[in-house]
């Protein structure tokens, strides 16, 4: 059994059509929601009407920023645990 499927979401009004696994289809759903959010978010942060493109862009740049956030966090995290691993082994070979 087959375990891609086309799915269709629609970000900022635009349809895309998606090859996705199919375990991935709730967080493809989710993240297409979560964008289109944001870009109403930003859309009614500004009084004057925005282009989409630079809506997308703004929402990009914001995911972007959280991203990198979480990969420092994340690293700093394994590197924590590597320490602690570290000291671990020591003290278990006493």
């Not at 929601?33 to 740049?61: C, G, P, T, W």
């Not at 570290?86 to 006493?94: N, P």
Request: charged residues 30%; aromatic residues 10%; hydrophobic residues 45%.
């Amino acid at each position: 059994m087959d375990d891609t499927f086309l799915i269709n979401i629609v970000i900022a009004g635009k349809k895309y059509p998606l090859t996705i696994k199919r375990e991935e289809e709730e967080i493809a759903r989710a993240a297409a929601e979560q964008i289109n959010s944001k870009i109403f978010q930003y859309r009614q942060h500004f009084a004057v009407e925005v282009d989409a493109l630079d809506l997308l862009a703004m929402v990009a740049f914001q995911f972007s920023m959280q991203n990198m956030k979480l990969e420092r966090l994340n690293e700093s995290f394994s590197n924590e645990i590597g320490q602690l691993t570290t000291e671990l082994e020591k003290y278990l070979k006493k």
